[in-house]
Nanobody
Framework: QVQLVESGGGSVQAGDSLRLSCAVS??????YAWFRQREFVASTSWGG???DYADSVKGRFTISRDNASNKVYQQMNCLRPGGTSVYYC?????????????????WGRGTQVSVSS
């Protein structure tokens, strides 16, 4: 059973940066993604060679993974007030473009990000 634990959220001002982390226990060779509530933000393939982003975050957010330490990261730059949400880390055993909530089997409890103007 995989467990995902997010960290790194906080309260920042518009234009600031945050780095979210997701500690993975149980498996590490699957696809991972970040969602804010049910909205897709970014995903990385099982090998990390392929990434996908929502149009709203392209150029500002970067998803990455470190399989050696079983962690997935999301660097968020130039945060906007619309980015205020609970951010969830999710894991999927599928391949391909995985931008839908129902394609992910395991979820963390989330970390709150609040962006003020």
């Amino acid at each position: 059973q995989v467990q995902l634990v997010e960290s790194g959220g906080g309260s920042v001002q518009a234009g600031d940066s945050l780095r979210l982390s997701c500690a993975v226990s149980g498996r590490s060779f699957n696809a991972y993604a970040w969602f804010r509530q049910r909205e897709f933000v970014a995903s990385t393939s099982w090998g990390g060679a392929s990434t996908d982003y929502a149009d709203s975050v392209k150029g500002r957010f970067t998803i990455s993974r470190d399989n050696a330490s079983n962690k997935v990261y999301q660097q968020m730059n130039c945060l906007r007030p619309g980015g205020t949400s609970v951010y969830y880390c999710a894991e999927s055993g599928r391949m391909g473009r995985l931008s839908r909530v129902d394609l992910y089997e395991s979820w963390g409890r989330g970390t709150q990000v609040s962006v003020s103007s």
